[in-house]
């Protein structure tokens, strides 16, 4: 079956990551309001109720904004470890419980079509999740908030058709930029997030022709550019002597506005 994805929106303001076959959708993230996921789908002819749960990676405020409302209004599924749910679920958010769908940490459950796995990653949360999901032969990893790839994360990143990582800094505007020391060393820290140069060397690390669709995430409005990010990419390749075979797309997923659809074929 061929996959949908679509990046609803991405960065420090708000995470939603759409992901759908021609029968179902699932949500990756809902860090933005749900009236502007309902909107956003709207606009490619998606409704709600298509949509068969979405899946939780942190408990930062730019990942589950639009929980609430999702679950509530929509009766929408989330599904997330226990110890996430422990970090989200406080008196003052009201989430309806009907709604909680607890998953273990790397052991495969299915979901509208997909085969989807929760795999940990170092951030600074009590616990953060990336998802690797599959349909057929697909493999999808999504790993948006982590200060560096440990090695339980590695390969399911490796793994991907389509990657959907972070490349959150500019390490010379965050370096030279106006945010405090604190929050400097907290976002340049293992648990903190990926700097472009951080993640070019990774990609470089791993491309491999079955990896046909890189979507850089999570920019930084304040220490990062669009420009920047691919700039450091190409750069980094090239200073490793690696061509790109002109099927792979480089993608770079904007703030607050959906992406372009990918398609993967079967
Ligand atoms: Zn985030
Ligand atoms: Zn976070």
């Given amino acids: 079956m061929n996959v949908n994805f679509c990046s609803l929106s991405s ?11 021609e029968f179902h ?4 993230d809902a860090g933005i309001s749900a009236t502007s996921i309902r909107k956003f789908l709207k606009d490619m002819d998606i409704t709600m109720q298509t949509i068969m749960g979405v899946l939780i990676t942190h408990n930062h405020i730019d990942h589950i904004r639009g929980l609430e409302i999702l679950t509530r209004k929509n009766s929408i599924p989330a599904f997330t470890t226990h110890k996430i749910w422990e970090s989200i ?29 929760a795999f940990p990653v170092c951030h600074d949360a009590p616990e953060t999740v990336g998802f690797h999901i599959c349909s057929g032969e697909k493999k999808i990893t999504i790993a ?18 389509l990657l959907v990582i972070e490349s959150n800094y500019d390490e010379q505007m965050l370096v030279n930029g106006s ?13 903190g997030h990926l700097g472009n140069h951080q993640t070019s060397v990774f990609l470089a690390d791993i491309i491999n022709d079955s990896l046909s669709h890189i979507c850089l995430a999570h920019l930084s409005k304040n220490n990062n550019t669009p420009e920047k990010a691919l700039q450091t990419l190409h750069q980094t390749f090239s200073e490793r002597g690696i061509n790109l075979n002109g099927q792979q797309i ?3 997923l ?9 398609r993967l074929v079967e």
């Fill in 11 to 21: 960065g420090s303001s708000g995470n939603c990551y759409y992901l759908g076959n």
């Fill in 25 to 28: 959708g699932i949500l990756i």
């Fill in 89 to 117: 679920l406080t008196p003052q958010r009201k989430i309806s419980r009907d709604c909680i769908r607890e998953i273990p940490l790397q052991q495969k459950f299915h979901l509208a079509g997909f085969d989807i796995e």
């Fill in 144 to 161: 948006t908030d982590l200060g560096h790839i440990c090695q339980t994360a590695a390969p399911y990143i490796k793994e991907a058709n």
């Fill in 179 to 191: 945010y405090p020391h604190y929050l400097k060393t907290r976002i340049q820290s293992d648990h």
């Fill in 250 to 252: 480089i993608s770079i």
């Fill in 254 to 262: 904007n703030r607050h506005i959906p992406s372009e659809i990918i």
